[in-house]
Structures are given as structure tokens and as C-alpha cells.
């Protein structure tokens, strides 16, 4: 596992180098230009979203964003900011803010882009990249590509890391047999996305605002109480964005370049989670943006984008969180742990409102991912494939629960078998790979239609503000 695990990272840090960076940074620089600053309608923005609109769809608007919003923050908010840190350095964090930033232009676009030619399938409207690249620029075998990557990270990323990192908090907390949670994982997850999309907006519409309310309240309980040290966790994390994590060397040389690398590792590791944060440049929001009750592309594109706003807003927290209280520098603490080691500062709730928050940021971004899963087999498969496709997530997500923490529990029975596709690490990197296939294809599209993108927002944006 470890010899694949390595050459998965290899891939991964070459793929999401200074080329993917520049790419990143590029387009939402760009698109942010293009669009005279669209971030200045973030607060109408988020106004508007809690209007009713009463254009046609499946959902409501609200429901639409909701559904992104509980797809993303679980994997990035508190696991992307983590694994960042642990890879990249504070400096990450910061990456993190400043790419998410830029992409709020990159959503826009993508989700506009998606409801203007969304399509009518099966009684309920569907949409996403792959269809705007078959219809407007007649490449299927690149829709192929993205709804195959959608289809993995649904998987790994939405399914089997999700319900890993449920069982593992709860095991590791109150020590749970990892099989009974995997079941009521499963139990859970089968009685929201059979219903299909409009029951997990129903549930994602309650549940986004609960679980941001908890994790605020103690995210803000961990700062106060470490207060006199946070302008150095804020130091921590300015200077690490420029210096990383690489050790220095003796001589000025082995210093600058490892400066160097340890900077390209903080931004790679900020950008790349940025992505996964915000899932600004991955397409998959646009997917759920489709399914909304809006009267213009325009309209569903910017409340859609105030996504990226709420995500890097409480990735900032995290991040902070971490790095003021956490054990952000001990290479054996990872993932949910490395979160855990920093709100169990609190005093008696600051674990228990941590595994609260780690499980339901954990099942919304499992039912979101459901339906983005869905809907790419859909494309690829046809309508046939809806039934089917939930009852195996299902079973994905008992997977994920209960085999991928039955090794720390001493389980020996072939353990090279499943190690391999259930450990955190090996997830992350796996989702990582994948990504790029839903971010490359996405970024291409979106840069073949810059120039319609930007007479739209130019024609439909003022009227609506």
C-alpha cells in the first residue's frame, strides 16, 4: 500500500505543481477581471438566496445551494484544511483563503454555464459540465472523462472517506465498534438519497445552518481560549505561505531552495484543497445548480457562488483552530485527529461538539455526493441506472465505515486487500487524482465559453442587483 500510496503523492504533487497553480490562479484572476470584481455581490448575493424565485426546477434555490454547500464543507473544511496543514504547512491555510477568493468568479461561471443548458431527464431538470461540453462543444469523449471522475470521487471522496472518518471520530472518542456505525451510516444515508434529490435538499436545507451554528460557536470557544497566542498562529500562518514546511539546510544555497520548495508544497497544498473546498474549478456544484427553481443562469450562477464564501469562511477557521491549538507539527497526527487535539481544549463539549460537527459535515457531504454520483452515471449510463446507483453508495458507505477502521482494532483477515482502498491517506490521495480529471475538463470548458460567459453576466447581472 505504502509503495502506491508514494506514487499516487508523486503524481498528485507534479500534477498540482506551479503548472496547475498558475492555471488556478490564472482563470480566477482572469474571470474575476472579466467580470468587473463579481465578488462586489457576494452580500446581495447571499440576501437572494434566501428568496423564493419563481422560475422552473426541481428544487428551490436555497435547497440547490444548500446541497453544495453540505457536499463540500465536510470533505474540506475541517479533513482539506487538515491534510493541507499536515502537508503543506500553515501556510497552506492561507493559499487556501486566497484561491478560494478568486474562484468565487470561477463558481460563477461554471453554474451559469450549467443552468443555461441544463436538460430535462427522467421529470426533473439536470445539468452540469458534461453536458455543456456534448451540446456547446461537441466533445462527448471530454464529458465522458469528467462524469467518469465525478463518478470515483463520489466514491472515494463523497462515500468512503466520509463514512471512514465517522466511524474512525467515533471510535476513537467512545470507542464504538466501527460495524454499528457503519450500519447506521448506511441506514442514514439509504433513507435521505433514495428520495432522491428533493429529499436531500429537504435535509441538506436544515441540516447546512445547524452544522455551521455548532462548528462556529466552538471554533470561536477554541480562539478565546488560546487568545494571547493568536497573533503568532496568525504569523504561523502569513510566513508559512511563502516558506512551507522544508527543513533548512546548512549552507544559504540548501536554505533558499528549501524556502523554495517548502513554498511550492504550501501553495500546491492550499490550492488543490481550495478546490476541493469550494469545488470552484471542479465542476461539481453546477451539477446541483441545475436542480434549482431559478429564472436565469445568471441568477442561480451567483447565488451559487456564495458557496465559496461560507467554505472558505469556516476553512479559516479550521485552519486557525489548527494551528493555535493543534498538534499541526506531529507527522503521526492526521486528518480528523489533528482537529481533535485542537478542540479538545475546550473543556468538557469541545470533543463532543467536534464529533457532532465531524459527523454531520461527514453525511451531507455523503448524501451531496450521492446525487453528483447520480447524475454523472446517469449521463454516462442512461436513466435506468438512478435505482441501482443509490443502493450501491449505500453499501459503498458501510463499507467505508466498517472495514476501513477495523485494522486499528486489531482485524487481520486479508488486510492488503482492503487497506489499500480505506485508509485516509490513501483516499486523499486517490480523490486528489481524481479531481484532476473533473478539474482539467471543467477549466478547458469554462475557458472555451469565457467570452459568452462574460456577455451574459454583463447583460443579466445589473438587472438582477
Known sequence: METLLHYINVLNNFIWGPPMILLIFGLGIYFTCRLGFIQKYTFKAIILSVKKDGGSGTVSSFGSLAVMIGATVGTGSILGVTTAVAEGGPGAVLWMAVAGVFNFAVKYCECAAAVKYRVKRAGEYVGGPMYVMTRVLKMKWLAVVFAAGTLIMALTAGALLQANSIADVLREGYRINPWWIALATAALTAAVTIGGVKRIAAYSQWLVPVMGGVYLFISLAVILLHLPQLPQAVWTICSGAFTGKAAAGGVLGSVIYAAFMGAVRAIGSGVSRSVMCTEAGLGSAAIAACAAKTRGAARMGIISATSVFWTVFICLLSGLVVVLAGNWQDPNVYAANLCNSAFKTVPYVGTLALVFSLIIF????????????????????????????????????????????????????????????????????????????????????????????????????????
Not at 441501482?388 to 465505515?401: D, E, Q
Open 362 to 465: 461527514s453525511f451531507t457531504t455523503i448524501i451531496g455526493w450521492s446525487y453528483y454520483g447520480e447524475k454523472a452515471l446517469q449521463f454516462l449510463g442512461g436513466d435506468g441506472w438512478s435505482k441501482p446507483w443509490r443502493i450501491f453508495y449505500v453499501l459503498v458507505c458501510f463499507a467505508g465505515g466498517g472495514l476501513g477502521t477495523a485494522f486499528s482494532l486489531g482485524w487481520t483477515i486479508a488486510p492488503d486487500a482492503f487497506e489499500i482502498g480505506l485508509t485516509t491517506r490513501f483516499t486523499w490521495g486517490l480523490s486528489t487524482l481524481m479531481m484532476t480529471w473533473m478539474t482539467l475538463p471543467n477549466l478547458y470548458m469554462l475557458w472555451r465559453l469565457r467570452h459568452k460567459l462574460k456577455q451574459d453576466a454583463e447583460r443579466n447581472l445589473p438587472k438582477i442587483f
